[in-house]
């Protein structure tokens, strides 16, 4: 993995140090995921007609127009272009949830977002595509249009490190995405990283109206461990981070129902995603995100070679 060398952020003290250690993660993330092999991003590629030539010994014979051969009588083949250029979007949630980490994790939700964005923008940029970033929580923070022009994913991860979690923030999915289908023109790819707390009905929509425009929708969910199988012990005060209050409870005696609604909740987002053609990944801060974008790849895989 290359790029420019790291710049500091004015008025972001040891940021440097902190983009230094974001490049070091996406490259682990990068290599660590299929043997270091880079799988195309395009679900299903824009692959355009160009022009008829004569049919040459050598040639696909998928590529013969039998329909020509039949006017003709002579062999030609299709030539077409090459890919369409994908406009690549990563959103990253920036609300106060993002910034939990609990005790089982290396790095926080929002940590670890920066690198599976990173590692996205930067698979998007390798094959020739453009990236460009989201930020947001209550509202759109940073709009930084898809580009991959020289530098530009060096600009990319200097935003991924600047962004921080809203304290005391919730997370406006549906503004944000709505302003997020106004700006996208031709087909693009959509990377929402987001632990889905606060999510609506509207949300669900919002992801699903871009699906029915043809964008091609990636969400990955990402829960810390503590929030999924609640862990703690004795009596614990819970406090909202995103202005819910504080409550407390003993943990031994919701545990069962907190996990049964959490299960019901992953559940539903699943046939959402289903019916509605996102791709949904289910990811947890416990484990790497070489792991989580090797899943991702499998998935995409799968995908494209289903009849």
């Not at 302003?179 to 889905?196: C, F, K, N, P, Y």
């Not at 990402?222 to 703690?232: C, G, T, V, Y």
Request: glycine share 6%; proline share 4%.
């Amino acid at each position: 993995m290359k790029g420019r060398a790291p710049r500091s952020i004015p008025g972001e003290p040891g940021t440097f140090d902190a983009l230094s250690h974001l490049f070091i993660e996406v490259r682990h993330a990068i290599e660590g995921f299929q043997g270091g092999t880079h799988p195309s991003l395009h679900m299903s590629p824009s692959i355009e007609f160009a022009e008829h030539r004569r049919y040459e010994k050598g040639d696909d014979l998928r590529t013969v127009d039998w329909k020509a051969l039949a006017r003709t009588d002579r062999h030609f083949v299709k030539s077409h272009e090459r890919e369409a250029q994908l406009a690549g979007l990563l959103l990253l949630d920036c609300s106060a949830s993002m910034d939990y980490r609990g005790s089982r994790a290396a790095m926080s939700k929002l940590a670890f977002a920066r690198v599976l964005l990173g590692a996205m923008g930067y698979l998007l940029i390798r094959q020739g595509d453009a990236a460009g970033l989201v930020t947001f929580a209550d509202r759109r923070h940073l709009y930084l249009p898809p580009s991959n022009r020289p530098g530009h994913f060096a600009v990319l991860m200097d935003h991924l490190v600047a962004a921080r979690a809203q304290e005391d923030c919730t997370t406006d999915y549906d503004t944000t995405l709505k302003e997020v289908a106004s700006r996208l023109g031709q087909r693009s790819m959509i990377v929402l990283v987001t632990d889905l707390w606060n999510a609506s009905k509207e949300t669900e929509i919002a992801l699903s109206s871009l699906c029915a425009r043809q964008h091609d929708v990636v969400l990955f969910h990402l829960l810390s461990p503590d929030e999924i199988d609640l862990p703690f012990e004795g009596r614990v005060q819970f406090v909202g981070m995103e202005k819910d209050g504080a409550v407390d409870a003993d943990p031994t005696a919701i545990r069962g129902d907190y996990r049964d609604e959490l299960k019901a909740l992953q559940e539903h987002w699943r046939r959402t995603a289903r019916r509605a053609g996102i791709d949904l990944v289910s990811a947890v801060t416990s484990d790497s995100p070489a792991r989580v974008l090797a899943a991702f790849a499998r998935n995409r895989t799968g995908k494209r070679t289903a009849p």
